[in-house]
């Protein structure tokens, strides 16, 4: 079986909490560039279970399928097999720290690569390339995933992310383009990532003034760690469970919700939260003041305008914007399997759900629902099947691990948060 990743919307406990990287200070940082006679560019995207995958090319070879992570201070290939594919030569080994269990992992930096992303292009950019796929980004995603792309590309151009459209729009970084009609939010940048302020309303009806990463590559909503040392109540209404998986190992705590989260001039309510634990993520958090991370399921609720060097985000309401908050109903946790992604194995069953109270198993297969086989679907359709209504009646076609035979049940969704 393949690496459980952890909570389906949650994979980006990943780099959500800074990962620490121990990287010599050789590595260059390079800028990436339109052409002078290009004022802007606009790249599609795939939006993937609430991440963003863009396409990039990595010296003249591609295109490769990476996430678009305002949370994450370098290129990090998480496909080894990309490095071969390459040709790369003279990698040197390091050490990566970061959060769970594990010890710290092996990786290399590459030797300078030339990366593009549709017109804008970077020359001279050093990657660290894991030696091991510990995020199973892949199987997490449904299709084939070979890295992350973050601070470096935000850090050149103007971004404009247009989650109605599935489009970016690049800029070069003194251009005048602003989003029209958007509300403007400040943020700061620290240790490569972008911090805002938002009023966060909890459960008992205190409202606090936080201090979060904006995290384009967190599928979650919001994670709220901590303030001034001392955990955040839990709401009354709770599940225990597994948040993530970060390069340590899985992440640990509490999914619930908060009754409001003021962004700019903007309010959402009853957002699903996690609430790490403090053992595991809080007490290894350095950046002063710092409270959690919204994640990009809040983040999709908007058209955004992301300008790190003056500072400034851009917000208006997109598509999503009226869309209620709702997690897992069915407490399965699903992997595609390579090299199709179109078989799904349940990797965990969330104790006390739907999935545990029909005997389902880790090991398991999903063969089809409703009648229509898996096979025909991608893992982002299933994702939002198993989110969508309380009390929804499905019928599953299940082979049992071990077996020849599968079952069929009737499977009753039941909204836990």
Known sequence: MPF???????????????????????????????????????????????????PVNINDRGPFNFILDTGVGLVLITDY???????LENIRNFKITGFGEREDLEAFISPALRIEVGAAKAVAINAAILKKDVFNLSEYIGMPIHG?????????????????????????????????????????????????EASVTLSNGERVKTKLVMDTGAGHPLSLENRAGVPFPLPDVNIADNLGVGLAGPISGYLGRTSEVILGKYMLKDVITAFPDYRDVV?????????????????????LVIDYN?????????????????????????????PDFNRYVISRVAPNSPAEWQGISAGDELLSINLKPVEQMSLNEITDIFKSGDDRNLLLDILPRGSSEKRKMIFTLKRRI
């Open 4 to 54: 459980c990743k952890s909570k389906t919307e949650l994979f980006k406990l990943i780099l959500f909490l800074d990962l620490f990287f121990s990287i010599p200070g050789s590595l260059c940082a390079q800028e990436f560039l339109l052409p002078p006679q290009k004022k802007k560019d606009i790249v599609p995207f795939k939006l993937v279970k609430d991440l963003i995958v863009i």
């Open 81 to 87: 097999t990309l490095a071969d594919s390459l040709q």
């Open 148 to 196: 992350i792309l973050g601070y470096e590309f935000f850090k050149s151009l103007i971004v404009r992310i247009s989650y109605n459209n599935q489009v970016l729009g690049l800029y070069p970084e003194n251009s005048s383009y602003l989003l029209r009609k958007g509300f403007k939010i400040p943020i700061s940048i620290e240790e490569h990532k972008p911090y805002l």
């Open 283 to 303: 007490s290894r958090v350095l950046v002063p003041g710092r409270n959690g991370n919204l994640g990009n399921s809040v983040l999709k609720h908007f058209e």
């Open 310 to 338: 003056r500072g400034s985000l851009y917000v208006k309401p997109s598509i999503y914007f009226k869309d209620r908050f709702e997690h897992d109903m069915s407490g399965l946790e699903i992997t595609s399997m390579a």
